[in-house]
């Protein structure tokens, strides 16, 4: 079975700018969660999204939203970039259950200049 | 909210020798805790879990152990080598049903480096 899959692998982009990652999670998980890693903060949680809705949110500002579509892949986007936006930004499927067992696509690299 | 505490930050083995990672929780309606290993520019890779019906999990040269009264959990590696070297998170996460499924939250993270 394939793994989780992002794109790109990395962008560039100035302050201002607006981004759109991409995430496509493993075929029959329905659950996508994102998260930003970044050296001073580590990893925290930004949105998980089932079945096309938001189900969690996590303490960042609205400049972060996202999207889930019908075949379960997810978008998030990122408006007026800051540079303090610059991280690694990860995505993440499960299988709906009891548990909250996340398996990690290889992530999106995002530099604000 | 959940806070996930862990320590060390870093942590240097000799190869052979074993290595503990801890990590403390808040939330004690967290029920399921995994662990994650991330290799340089890798995503991070889960190695191991457990769930608080379980006291103790283990995997060939991996081992975790809960203790939920103390809200502490702990990963074990023993006759660590090279490759092991990568930083190991230790997450908690709420049972499902509740508020905030679907949200892992982290541990700062443990570098850890294996000599040979």
């Known amino acids: 079975k394939a793994g989780v899959t992002q794109t790109p692998r990395y962008l560039i982009k100035t302050r201002g700018q607006q981004v759109t990652l991409s995430c496509s999670p493993i075929?029959?998980?329905?659950?996508v969660s994102w998260y930003q890693q970044t050296p001073g903060q580590g990893l925290q949680f930004l949105f998980e999204?089932?079945?096309?809705?938001?189900?969690n949110k996590g303490n960042f500002p609205g400049r972060f939203s996202g999207r889930q579509f019908s075949n379960s892949r997810s978008e998030m986007n990122v408006s007026t970039l800051e540079l303090g936006d610059s991280a690694l930004y990860l995505c993440?499927?499960?299988?709906?259950?009891?548990?909250?067992?996340?398996?990690f696509g290889p992530g999106t690299r995002l530099t604000v200049l | 909210g959940e806070n996930v505490e862990q320590h060390p930050s870093t942590l240097s083995v000799q190869e052979g020798d074993s290595a503990v990672i801890k990590c403390t929780y808040s939330?004690?309606?967290?029920?399921?805790f995994p662990w994650y290993k991330q290799e340089l520019g890798k995503r991070p890779q889960l190695i191991i879990d457990?769930?608080?019906?379980?006291g103790e999990k283990k995997d060939q040269r991996i081992a975790v152990t809960l203790n939920k009264t103390a809200k502490h959990f702990s990963l074990h590696i023993t006759e660590t080598q090279p490759e092991d070297s990568a930083v190991y998170f230790c997450?908690?996460?709420?049972?499902?049903?509740?508020?905030?499924?679907?949200?892992?939250?982290f541990g700062q993270g443990t570098i850890l480096t294996v000599h040979p």
């Open positions: 993440a499927s499960k299988r709906e259950g009891s548990y909250n067992e996340q398996f």
């Open positions: 075929s029959g998980h329905r659950s």
């Open positions: 999204y089932f079945s096309e809705t938001q189900r």
């Open positions: 939330d004690s309606a967290s029920n399921y």
């Open positions: 457990i769930r608080s019906n379980v």
């Open positions: 997450a908690a996460s709420r049972r499902a049903g509740g508020t905030s499924y679907g949200k892992l939250t």
